[in-house]
């Protein structure tokens, strides 16, 4: 969805239109549960904070237009509840990004992984499960969320030039774990 259609459906929803609601709920939901449970490692938590964000955005619908970005705003509060939901479980939240969850299925929101075969699309999921804990996080908020740069540092209260960094470094090390397991497998090449 494009930013200005996203624009679009903030008006509408802040007008209480029901339906804008549920197609930015729609459009949105997939992906910020995803996000919760990267973060959480708790599918049925992760649906609770998810539906608690949107509770939240309808509640407050007529400050709507005034979020310069939904989409960050979405991932942010997100990620503000999961930090909420593991201090009551936990309270060593230091370790939320080094525990970076094994579990993240890159090939939800990445068309060209689903072109591919699945082992090429093993062979990735593995190279990236294998990056830094940080690194794997803005991969995977970047390529599989579709965030842009500049979210992704919103979101994580970053710089621009970090994502930036982390993203090459993670490109990187998946071409090269990519080639050395081709070259380790000439029969195998697809």
Same mark, same amino acid.
């Given at each position: ?25 729609? *459009?949105? *939901? ?69 525990? *970076? ?37 803005? *991969? ?51």
């Amino acid at each position: 969805m494009q930013p200005d259609e996203l624009s679009h459906l903030q008006d509408l929803i802040a007008q209480h239109n029901e339906r804008a609601y549920r197609r930015l709920f729609d *459009y949105f *939901y997939p992906k910020l549960k995803s996000f919760v449970i990267t973060l959480i490692k708790d599918e049925m938590g992760a649906e609770e904070i998810v539906e608690d964000v949107f509770v939240a955005v309808w509640n407050q619908r007529a400050r709507l237009p005034e979020i310069r970005s939904i989409s960050v705003y979405l991932f942010t509060a997100v990620k503000k509840r999961s930090l909420t939901f593991l201090a009551s479980k936990s309270k060593d939240l230091l370790s939320l990004v080094d525990e *970076y969850p094994e579990g993240l299925n890159t090939n939800d929101f990445n068309p060209e992984m689903l072109l591919m075969g699945r082992e090429m699309a093993e062979r990735i999921s593995a190279a990236i499960q294998l990056l830094p804990p940080k690194c794997r996080l803005i *991969y995977t908020m970047v390529r599989d969320n579709q965030l842009k740069y500049r979210e992704v540092a919103e979101i994580l209260n970053i710089s621009e030039h970090t994502v930036d960094a982390q993203m090459t470094i993670a490109i990187k090390r998946i071409a090269k774990f990519i080639r050395d397991y081709l070259a380790s497998h000439p029969g195998q090449k697809k």
